[in-house]
């Protein structure tokens, strides 16, 4: 026995020798990825896809925060201090102009062969001063959410105007109401004061005629009656056909309320869909995905979104850091997050792949949506989006709030981004 003991005592030894000895040999690298929705799951799957191709190189997953700010706040710790801790970030479509400076050109290592598949404004987004700085990995856009089985039930269309979304939204919210269910809402969307609300807003606003925020020639445009009109219109659904949390909610808490079956409407981005269908959600089945309502301008708006990947400057590992980022925003893996995830491939030719369409149908539905989807002044205002939206998002948010009135609060957006950025004002920049 003792004998025996020895001996699986001496293998054990040995066996932990090796591990150690192989995973020194081996190229450890980390990337900082989102975690909303199946994302973490999906970053995991395709490291562990990446790692079976590539024994030499070990991937480890950070997850990070939910909200594009607080991300941005733990990216920034790590880029200012030159930490060679994380390799490749995802990266928010607004950031590259912000975040140029700590990222490789990726065209240096290999991107110049891949990048003509993706979409071209994606790669000119990321493209600063002549270096592509990440690589298209998912896009976004904002979308309408409404439940199938409700609209039905009460012989209503899906709305194409803000006037129809409010109406409609009313009417079955308080018909479902007295039908038994008091946690009932109208519509859900992302009222926290944070970048989220950014999105919501630009959306309301440019679909109303009032322009970009700051519009692509550097002029600042937000204080205009229809900017006023569509934030004011806003407000009024807060403790109406949207709940007064709304004005804390991001695109997880809307998701959750929407899943447990408590809204009619809901805007959130495409990986809300294959969630809505999990097994898990109480409206499997039961809804379908439009373009947002128009405003007056009679166009619908839907703000562009999407994640990018860039290596650090700081990495140690460059080399296998790009190769692993180019692997993660490869055909292959973006075709697996399409069917599994409905995350939007960024790279055309899988709008019109068989499996991903039938898997996402509205990727095909509603290709142009995500073609004609307006960009965040992140260009205009770079190195600064982050504060600009900031003054956005926060001016917003006190009208949400009922703190200010829209009127009041645009003139001061006005002030405080002429201040920040010191361009002139101009006319809003019509769809
Ligand atoms: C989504 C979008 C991103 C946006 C964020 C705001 O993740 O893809 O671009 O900044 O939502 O919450």
């Given at each position: 026995m003792r004998k025996y003991l020895l001996l699986v005592l001496a293998l054990v030894l040995v066996v932990s020798f090796t591990a150690v000895g192989f995973a020194q040999d081996k190229t450890e690298i980390t990337v900082a990825a989102g975690s909303v929705g199946k994302e973490l799951e999906l970053t995991q799957k395709a490291a562990q896809m990446y790692m079976e191709e590539n024994p030499d190189v070990k991937v480890n997953v950070l997850s990070t925060p939910d909200l594009a700010n607080d991300r941005l706040g733990l990216y920034l710790q790590f880029l200012e201090a030159k930490s060679?801790?994380?390799?490749?970030y995802q990266v928010d479509v607004i950031w590259p102009g912000d975040l140029?400076?700590?990222?490789?050109?990726l065209n240096e290592y290999g991107a110049e062969k891949v990048a003509d598949n993706h979409f071209q404004e994606i790669v000119q987004n990321n493209t600063v001063n002549g270096r592509l700085v990440a690589i298209p990995w998912f896009t976004d856009a904002g979308l309408l959410y409404y439940r199938t089985d409700l609209l039905e039930k009460y012989d209503r269309k899906v709305p194409e105007t803000w006037s129809e979304l409010q109406e409609t939204a009313k009417y079955i919210m308080e018909e479902e109401r007295a039908a038994g269910?008091?946690?009932?809402?109208?519509y859900v969307w992302q009222g926290n004061a944070y970048e989220g609300l950014t999105c919501d807003a630009l959306e309301w606003v440019f679909s109303n005629?009032?322009?970009?925020?700051?519009?692509?020639?550097k002029k600042i445009t937000i204080n205009n009656e229809k900017a006023i009109e569509a934030i004011d219109m806003a407000a009024g659904w807060?403790?109406?056909?949207?709940?007064?949390?709304v004005t804390g909610m991001g695109e997880e808490d809307a998701r959750k309320m929407w899943e447990a079956g408590n809204a009619l409407f809901m805007r959130n981005w495409p990986y809300a869909y294959t969630l809505g269908n999990a097994d898990t959600s109480q409206i499997k089945g039961k809804f379908d995905v439009a373009p947002l309502p128009a405003g007056d301008s009679g166009s619908s708006a839907a703000t562009l979104g999407g994640w990018n990947l860039s290596v650090s400057k700081y990495s140690e590992h460059p080399e296998a850091a790009a190769d692993f980022a180019l692997f993660l925003a490869s055909e292959k893996v973006q075709k697996m997050r399409a069917i599994e995830g409905s995350f939007n491939p960024t790279i055309k030719s899988l709008y019109q792949d068989e499996e991903v369409l039938e898997a996402v149908p509205f990727f095909g539905k509603l290709y142009e949506v995500f073609t004609n989807a307006v960009a965040r002044p992140s260009t205009a205002t770079a190195p600064k989006y982050n504060q600009a939206s900031e003054i956005f998002f926060q001016g917003v948010h006190s009208v949400l709030t009922g703190e200010s009135d829209a009127t009041t609060a645009v003139q001061y957006m006005e002030l405080d981004l002429k201040d920040l950025l010191g361009y002139e004002t101009g006319e809003p920049r019509q769809p």
């Amino acid at each position: 026995m003792r004998k025996y003991l020895l001996l699986v005592l001496a293998l054990v030894l040995v066996v932990s020798f090796t591990a150690v000895g192989f995973a020194q040999d081996k190229t450890e690298i980390t990337v900082a990825a989102g975690s909303v929705g199946k994302e973490l799951e999906l970053t995991q799957k395709a490291a562990q896809m990446y790692m079976e191709e590539n024994p030499d190189v070990k991937v480890n997953v950070l997850s990070t925060p939910d909200l594009a700010n607080d991300r941005l706040g733990l990216y920034l710790q790590f880029l200012e201090a030159k930490s060679p801790k994380v390799d490749v970030y995802q990266v928010d479509v607004i950031w590259p102009g912000d975040l140029a400076q700590h990222f490789i050109d990726l065209n240096e290592y290999g991107a110049e062969k891949v990048a003509d598949n993706h979409f071209q404004e994606i790669v000119q987004n990321n493209t600063v001063n002549g270096r592509l700085v990440a690589i298209p990995w998912f896009t976004d856009a904002g979308l309408l959410y409404y439940r199938t089985d409700l609209l039905e039930k009460y012989d209503r269309k899906v709305p194409e105007t803000w006037s129809e979304l409010q109406e409609t939204a009313k009417y079955i919210m308080e018909e479902e109401r007295a039908a038994g269910n008091p946690d009932f809402y109208g519509y859900v969307w992302q009222g926290n004061a944070y970048e989220g609300l950014t999105c919501d807003a630009l959306e309301w606003v440019f679909s109303n005629g009032g322009g970009t925020i700051v519009s692509p020639d550097k002029k600042i445009t937000i204080n205009n009656e229809k900017a006023i009109e569509a934030i004011d219109m806003a407000a009024g659904w807060v403790g109406d056909i949207s709940p007064t949390g709304v004005t804390g909610m991001g695109e997880e808490d809307a998701r959750k309320m929407w899943e447990a079956g408590n809204a009619l409407f809901m805007r959130n981005w495409p990986y809300a869909y294959t969630l809505g269908n999990a097994d898990t959600s109480q409206i499997k089945g039961k809804f379908d995905v439009a373009p947002l309502p128009a405003g007056d301008s009679g166009s619908s708006a839907a703000t562009l979104g999407g994640w990018n990947l860039s290596v650090s400057k700081y990495s140690e590992h460059p080399e296998a850091a790009a190769d692993f980022a180019l692997f993660l925003a490869s055909e292959k893996v973006q075709k697996m997050r399409a069917i599994e995830g409905s995350f939007n491939p960024t790279i055309k030719s899988l709008y019109q792949d068989e499996e991903v369409l039938e898997a996402v149908p509205f990727f095909g539905k509603l290709y142009e949506v995500f073609t004609n989807a307006v960009a965040r002044p992140s260009t205009a205002t770079a190195p600064k989006y982050n504060q600009a939206s900031e003054i956005f998002f926060q001016g917003v948010h006190s009208v949400l709030t009922g703190e200010s009135d829209a009127t009041t609060a645009v003139q001061y957006m006005e002030l405080d981004l002429k201040d920040l950025l010191g361009y002139e004002t101009g006319e809003p920049r019509q769809p």
